[in-house]
């Protein structure tokens, strides 16, 4: 680095100056650094409180327990959250295991050839596709290919599909944190390769699959546009039907095929309206996701944390 | 165990056993193998579901016109489609947004790996983990009901749908983006590198301009790629914010629809299942698909051909 050769120090003030001109970059550099960093924390304090105060009129049970209205002070989110809990079993029961199952594979059993490239090529090209391109698959895939229709279902199954990178991605890193002897001491005495997996591998990285799934589900609440793209009803005035019956067999999956509709896109159809008393909704709307969201991710945070914290091999 | 097999020519319980156990192992590893090839399917899902509707998109419009007409106007009686009418709003909001983010972020990340103590860094990465994972129709809203009207108050032509204020908003949600991957470029560079220029004099100001920025550049690129990619695909902000009315211009203060956005206008409307309507949202996901897929192309070939190796 030949940063002072062009101009030869004559005498000690000039030096003094000069450290003290780049202390004071220095210390201009933190201030701005810190600038930034709290105008970003505001940003994300207005938005909360924004929400919180344009929806504030709105909450109340009324709120969580009406359907949507023509009249806004009616209009509440019942079907929606209802929506959103039933798609969000589907996502969850599709994704969690198919994505454990993947991760695992290519770090237990993988070999290294290309047939690992490949899928793993594929993993982190999939993280990286816009969300819409997702819906667009499912409209020409499950809603018309295979039948499914606009239904709980079909939606999802597209989280699902969405939401599998980020657990395969964490469950991998979960999996690699642990060191090759635990296997080995497991091998020794015996067990197979999936007895390994079973009872030492998958409890050991427990915390990091966890983190991964809250954090993708969270993600699944508030997807908005590959819903919409499946051609998702916004005015939905009736409940699927329940999943538990009164008779024998006690469950049923016509709920599946069930029309629906979710929290975000409740949201946006209020904010595309032009009345004020609309955008108050989707405000209460808006702050009711963004809670849910914060409570997950900040749970898979501080999950991490401790994770990260309490395993020392 | 295998003379005592030979010896009773019967297979014993124990090699019957390891048999069974054998068996289950081979079909346990064939299903972790099933979901992991389960990506590579989704994959080609995507590509096969995207180009087969648009192939007869294509049969009724021409390619060539596809991408040099700047008028996209399906709804009317004189229908044409010109995707540049869509790709003018995408990369208007896009470059505004990148405006916003590089520099916040990349500040961000220098602040982050070179000046902050771990107590001050281990509580802002949760707030920055935080503002990722706020709902993009949140951030729709915040667009259009808080960043607009207040842009409004200083420029009073300002539409209420236009391309500043969700672009804006988009910037701000792609700065944790670009400020965690460059952070982790620029803590992956050694603490040698860093000792060092402090060796030398240097303070930390010129130690991570002089030093561990040039050392980082293929993360930190990487970064500003991938964000690229997360504006270009963004749908929400735009949607809510910016209006969905096609529109070739690349003033920032004029509304205009972006591809994604235009997806999302006619999945709300009545979509005719097989119509040229129906298929032009597939050529426009088609393109969207393109585009981000070079980027993320783009974004690895800079990590890998342009890294430091120590």
């Known amino acids: 680095m030949a940063v002072n050769q062009a101009k030869p120090i004559k005498d000690l003030g000039e030096v003094r100056k000069l450290i003290k001109e780049h202390k004071r970059n220095d210390f201009i550099f933190a201030a701005v650094g810190m600038f930034v960093i709290a105008s970003l924390t505001i940003t994300l304090v207005i938005l909360f409180l924004d929400l919180f105060f344009d929806g504030y009129p709105r909450f109340g049970i009324d709120f969580f327990t009406s359907y949507p209205s023509r009249k806004a002070i009616q209009a509440g989110i019942l079907s929606a959250w209802v929506g959103s809990s039933l798609v969000l079993l589907v996502t969850f029961l599709v994704a969690v295991p198919l994505g454990i199952a993947a991760g695992v594979y290519l770090e237990e059993y993988a070999k290294k050839n290309w047939l690992s490239d490949l899928i793993e090529i594929n993993v982190s090209n999939l993280a990286g596709v816009p969300s819409i391109i997702y819906g667009l698959l499912a409209l020409g895939l499950f809603v018309y290919s295979f039948d499914l229709g606009q239904s709980i279902l079909t939606a999802g199954l597209t989280l699902a599909l969405l939401m599998l990178p980020i657990v395969i991605v964490s469950t991998r890193e979960a999996i690699r944190a642990i060191p090759v002897h635990i296997r080995e001491a497991a091998f020794a005495v015996g067990a197979t390769k999936w007895q390994v997996v079973l009872n030492h591998v998958i409890p050991y990285s427990y915390g990091g699959i966890l983190t991964g799934v809250i954090i993708g589900m969270a993600r699944a609440i508030g997807e908005t546009a590959p819903v919409i793209t499946i051609g998702a009803l916004t005015f939905i005035a009736f409940l699927p039907p329940s999943p538990v019956g009164a008779e024998i067999p006690f469950v049923n999956f016509d709920w599946l095929e069930s029309g629906f509709t979710v929290l975000p896109i409740q949201m946006f159809n209020w904010i595309s309206r032009p009345q004020y008393e609309f955008h108050v909704n989707a405000a209460a709307v808006g702050a009711v996701i963004i809670i849910l969201t914060a409570i997950m991710n900040g749970f898979a945070i501080k999950l991490r944390y401790n994770v990260r914290k309490k395993i020392k091999w | ?310």
């Open chain 2, 1 to 310: 165990m295998a003379t005592k097999v030979m010896q009773d020519l019967v297979i014993s319980p124990e090699l019957a056993k390891n048999f069974r156990r054998n068996f289950t192992e081979k079909i346990i590893e064939f299903g972790l193998l099933f979901s992991a090839v389960f990506a590579v399917f989704i994959t080609t899902a995507i590509v096969y579901v995207l180009v087969s509707e648009a192939i007869p998109f294509f049969q009724h419009v021409s390619i060539y016109e596809f991408l040099t007409d700047t008028v996209w106007t399906p709804n009317y009686s004189i229908k044409r489609y010109g995707i540049l009418a869509l790709i003018s709003g995408t990369l208007t909001t896009t470059f505004i947004a990148l405006l916003v983010a590089v520099p916040l972020g990349t500040i961000t990340a220098i602040y982050l790996s070179e000046f902050a103590s771990h107590k001050v860094r281990e509580t802002i990465k949760p707030i920055l983990e935080l503002l990722v994972g706020v709902p993009t129709v949140v951030f729709g809203y915040f667009a259009l009901m808080l960043v607009t009207p207040l842009l409004q108050k200083i420029y009073p032509d300002l539409t209420t749908f236009n391309m500043l204020g969700p672009g804006i908003v988009m910037g701000i949600m792609i700065v944790p983006y670009i400020a965690s991957v460059s952070e982790d470029a620029m803590r992956a560079v050694p603490m040698a590198m860093r000792e060092g220029a402090y060796a030398m004099g240097a303070t930390r100001f010129q130690t991570a301009i002089k030093v561990i920025a040039p050392a980082a550049t293929s993360g930190i690129v990487a970064s500003y790629i991938l964000a690229i990619s997360r504006a270009v695909g963004e749908t929400m902000i735009v949607a809510v914010a910016a209006g969905q009315q096609p529109n070739f211009t690349f003033n920032p203060v004029e509304s205009a629809a972006t591809i994604t956005a235009y997806i999302v206008s006619v999945a709300l409307g009545d979509l005719e299942h097989g119509g040229i309507g129906y298929q032009s949202i597939f050529a426009a996901g088609l393109t969207l698909l393109v585009m981000t897929l070079m980027l993320n192309i783009l974004g690895h070939w800079v990590r890998k051909k342009y890294a430091e190796r120590y």
